[in-house]
């Protein structure tokens, strides 16, 4: 998907980059919100407590850090965006069905089990409003990434950036689960 849409690419198919990413970056954080509003609106109804909440918070940090951290993958379906469509459709389409897509953070490929951890998270709030805003935010930085493919501009370039995005998936995913532990600690601590 990061290497999907591009300054090369979009330019032989005869569309602006700057356009088509922000219609990207824009129904990203719309899909965001939408799990946001989801599962708040679910978290709204079961309410949980304040330290229960917190001690399951923790609990699912750990978990997903303890996943991530393992090297192994995380249980997903196997459905990826449909790369035909950057022929097939206008831009603005896949651009919205691309980024609302990801920015649900479910309906495709999961990676980390961080997802699910916010997933959890989502639940925990017992706020609707809370629930949309890190939605948004969620929808935002998975958005986000497609931006290291703004020099991809000649072939070479975007063979250099597929085999950098290759090379930097562990690390990335050995930093994530240390971010998990430590806000797994956070929440324990806070809910005792």
Not at 50 to 77: K, N
Not at 103 to 119: D, E, H, N, R
């Amino acid at each position: 998907m990061l290497t999907s849409i591009n300054p090369l690419g979009e330019r032989a198919r005869g569309n602006s980059y700057l356009v088509v990413i922000g219609v990207f970056t824009a129904a990203s954080v719309i899909g965001g919100a939408t799990t946001g509003l989801l599962l708040g609106a679910v978290g709204a109804l079961l309410s949980p407590s304040g330290s229960t909440a917190l001690l399951l918070a923790a609990a699912a940090c750990f978990a997903a850090a303890t996943l991530d951290l393992s090297g192994r993958s995380v249980p997903s379906g196997r459905r990826q965006v449909d790369e035909d469509w950057l022929t097939r459709y206008r831009s603005w389409v896949y651009a919205v069905g691309f980024g609302w897509q990801l920015g649900t953070g479910v309906v495709t490929i999961v990676t980390s089990a961080a997802t699910y951890c916010l997933l959890v998270l989502l639940l925990l709030q017992g706020s609707i409003p809370a629930a949309v805003g890190i939605g948004l935010v969620f929808g935002l930085v998975r958005a986000l990434p497609v931006l290291t493919g703004r020099t991809a501009d000649t072939p070479a370039r975007l063979r250099t950036l597929a085999a950098r995005l290759e090379r930097r998936a562990r690390p990335a995913a050995r930093a994530t689960g240390a971010v998990l532990a430590v806000s797994g600690i956070v929440l324990a601590g806070t809910a005792v």
